[in-house]
C-alpha cells in the first residue's frame, strides 16, 4: 500500500472520528437542552397544580378564575407526558404560567395576596391591560370589560391575541375570546367587539381597535356575534395537536421542531 492510499485512509478515519464526536456532542446537548426544559416545565406544572389544589374560590370571579387555572394545569399535564423536544417543554411551560396568572387573578378577586409576580406570557407581549371599565352594546348584546372583577365581569384573561390581533388582559363580561383560541379564527363579530371595547382606551394598543373602519358598517351588525364567534365553549386541554399558535392544546401529533 503506498504511502499516499495510507494518508488517504487515515484522512477518512480522522474524518469519520470527527464526525462522530461532533454527533456525540450534539445528541448530549439537545438531551441536557430537553432535560433542562422538562425540570424547568414540571416545576411550574406543580407549582400550578398546588395553587388549583389549595384555593378555594369565595365569589363568581374567582371561582371561574380557578375553574380556568384548573383547564390549564390539565392541559399542561397533558403537555408534559407528550413532550419529547425542548421547545414542546417551553410551550408546557407557557400553559402552566397561563394558568398560574388565573389562580393570581382569583387571588386578587378574594383579596387576598397574589403572591410573587410571574414570568411575562409570550402570547401577552404588547397586549396591554384594560384600564377603565367601559360597556358596549355589539349585535344586541351587551359586553363589559373592566381592569377589576366585578359582578359584571367575571371572567378574567391574562392577554394573548385573538387571529393576530392583541387582546389585554383584564375582567370581562363573556369569554368571548376562546372560541378563536379553540376554533383559530375570530369572526366577524368578536373584531366588532374588540374594536368597541378597546378604540382608544389607555394602555391598550392601538391594534386591538385597528379594523373598526373596514368593520364597523352595518352590513356586520350582528349574525356572526352570535353564534360560535361568541359563544366560545370550552377550553380544549387535550395536548398539542396544533400548537403553532394560540392555545389550541389538543396533542402533538402536528408540532414537528
Known sequence: MSAAVVLIVLALLALAV????????????????????????????????????????SNDSAKQALADAAERHTAATSQLDQARTADQCKLTTQTALEGLYYARAARTAMDMDPGPELPSLAEATGAGRVSEYREVEVGGQQQVASPQPTEQTPHYYPGGRVSGRPVPEGWYSQPWWKGALVGGAAGVGSF??????????????????????????????????????????????????????????????????
Request: hydrophobic share 40%; glycine share 28%.
Open 18 to 57: 470527527l464526525g462522530w464526536h461532533t454527533a456525540n456532542q450534539n445528541r448530549k446537548r439537545r438531551e441536557q437542552a430537553l432535560a433542562d426544559a422538562q425540570a424547568e416545565a414540571r416545576r411550574w406544572v406543580e407549582r400550578l397544580g398546588g395553587q388549583v389544589l389549595n384555593l378555594v374560590g
Open 192 to 257: 366588532l367587539l374588540m374594536d368597541a371595547l378597546f378604540s382608544g382606551m389607555d394602555g391598550v394598543p392601538a391594534e386591538a381597535a385597528g379594523m373598526g373602519g373596514e368593520l364597523g358598517g352595518g352590513d356586520f351588525g350582528g349574525g356572526d356575534f352570535g353564534g360560535g364567534d361568541f359563544d366560545g365553549g370550552g377550553f380544549d386541554g387535550g395536548g398539542f395537536d396544533d400548537a403553532g399558535g394560540g392555545f389550541d392544546f389538543g396533542g402533538f401529533d402536528d408540532f414537528d421542531l
